[in-house]
């Protein structure tokens, strides 16, 4: 047999994801150990676990937090009560809220004040739905999946809105809002496209990829909204197998029982370092033949959280 890789690329951090790490290292360098943070600043086990090493302490609330300490805001955004909270213990706040996230709580704040009533499609308990739908309590419905699109009763008379989670599955997004659309002709789109460029580009790398893969590795955690998505989608496009897995160690030899042609792909919260131990232990049991699949070049960067970006300004001053 002809054994081989087809890594995907794009792959692995976006740069919502490389913003937040690294405010976190920054904040580590500037105001010394520990810094707490809302939440994973990502989902990915293998960061988390790193940054703790470091020093970093992750809390569920502010109210974990000691008065007047540093906390830093996941990439997956709060709600403007979080940003109370913390104001009322006087913490030093940095927001590693991505900046595509923000476009979208600034959407749901647009639309509420114009009393437009918001679908959100996205996955109830989500981190991200909770900050969003938070920037206008009691003015937002969460859409979790194809059943709810079809079932969801909006408020009579209200003028209607979709918004979605930046990072869901694009084709199944398309199909809560079509559903929607259907029921609900008047139903107006977002300004601009809410799913992120990075979740797009990394399902088109794999749906690429999957006709041709009896077998597709994910790397990425089962917290992670976009790396489950990435299974999924490969499974969909043609993949005869697909598993996710945090650590190289996780995959299990009889995956390997014939086949011939592996898609590996990452989420976007996942280091390389992750996706080089996949494939050096691939290359172990004979799949050393590794061809790269690009489906787009990425090039945006995103600057570091303003209030760290004063702080680092200061100190070298």
Request: aromatic share 6%; with cysteine; charged share 25%.
């Amino acid at each position: 047999m002809s054994k081989r890789v087809l890594l995907a690329a794009p792959r692995g951090y976006c740069a919502g994801v490389d913003r937040a790490v690294v405010a976190v290292e920054k904040s580590l360098e500037l105001y010394g150990a520990p810094v707490y943070v809302r939440k994973e600043i990502v989902h990915n086990k293998h960061v988390v676990s790193t940054l703790e090493k470091r020093g970093v302490i992750f809390v569920n609330e502010t109210d974990e937090v000691p008065e007047g300490a540093t906390v830093v805001f996941s990439a997956h955004g709060v709600s403007p009560a979080v940003h109370e909270a913390a104001a009322a213990r006087n913490l030093k706040t940095i927001d590693a809220t991505c900046p595509l996230v923000t476009k979208v709580h600034n959407e749901v704040k647009r639309f509420a004040d114009d009393e437009t009533e918001i679908l959100l499609i996205g996955h109830n308990g989500h981190e991200e739905v909770e900050g969003t739908a938070g920037e206008a309590p009691g003015k937002v419905r969460i859409v979790d999946g194809l059943e709810e699109a079809r079932t969801i009763q909006p408020t009579p008379g209200k003028k209607l809105v979709w918004l979605t989670q930046t990072t869901l599955s694009v084709d199944e997004t398309m199909q809560s809002v079509a559903i929607l659309k259907d029921r609900f002709p008047e139903i107006a789109n977002p300004p601009s496209d809410d799913i992120c460029y990075a979740t797009q580009n990394r399902q088109e790398a794999i749906k690429a990829i999957a006709p041709q893969a009896d077998l597709v590795i994910v790397v990425g955690s089962t917290n992670s909204s976009n790396s489950v998505r990435l299974v999924e989608v490969a499974l969909e496009y043609g993949a005869k197998a697909a598993y996710l897995v945090d650590y190289a160690a996780e995959v299990k030899d009889e995956w390997f029982v014939g086949v011939e042609t592996i898609g590996v792909t990452s989420g976007a919260s996942v280091p390389e370092i992750l996706v080089d131990d996949l494939l050096k232990h691939l290359a172990k049991n004979g799949f050393g033949d590794v061809e790269e699949v690009r489906a787009t070049e990425e090039t945006l960067l995103f600057a570091l959280p303003k209030e760290l970006r004063a702080d680092l300004k200061s100190a070298k001053q």
